[in-house]
């Protein structure tokens, strides 16, 4: 990618900040957060790291960003308790190149004194790539 300087400034102007968020989030990303009114965005720059051999980006590499997504947006509304995944259920609806930037939004459907239920999808700017579900754990801090 040789214009990748441009797209990260292009991506600072439109408000995406890059986190180092260490652990494994920072071998899916770099991950990029933005807030938004009715939560936070996440995002991740498609370099040639995040492609499989037929020269997509790897599926994995999308439910990972999915997983760390849906977890954080449990994490936030359950008052930043930890959270772990006890089910990832997710859809391909299309394939990501190298160069374009993964957008990944999710949202709470319900949450109960232990569960968290959480509905995302991630997409770039044409095409909405994959949709899916997630049930979030709480876990209390004496487990």
């Not at 095409?127 to 709480?138: E, F, H, N, P, Y």
Request: net charge negative.
């Amino acid at each position: 990618m040789d214009d990748l300087p441009e797209r990260v400034e292009a991506l600072q102007a439109a408000g995406w900040k890059q986190r180092a968020l260490g652990g494994f989030a920072d071998r899916i990303g770099p991950i990029w957060t933005r807030k938004e009114t009715d939560g936070w965005a996440y995002g991740v720059l498609a370099t040639p790291e995040h492609l499989n051999p037929a020269g997509f980006v790897h599926g994995g590499g999308l439910c990972a960003l999915f997983d760390h997504v849906v977890s954080a947006v449990a994490w936030e509304a359950v008052g930043r308790r930890a959270c772990v995944t006890v089910q990832l259920n997710t859809q391909f609806l299309a394939a990501a190149r190298e160069g374009q930037f993964l957008e990944a939004r999710a949202r709470v459907a319900r949450a109960t004194n232990s569960l968290v239920f959480v509905d995302g999808v991630i997409e770039t700017a044409e095409t909405q790539l994959l949709r899916g579900s997630s049930v979030q754990k709480i876990i209390d801090s004496a487990t």
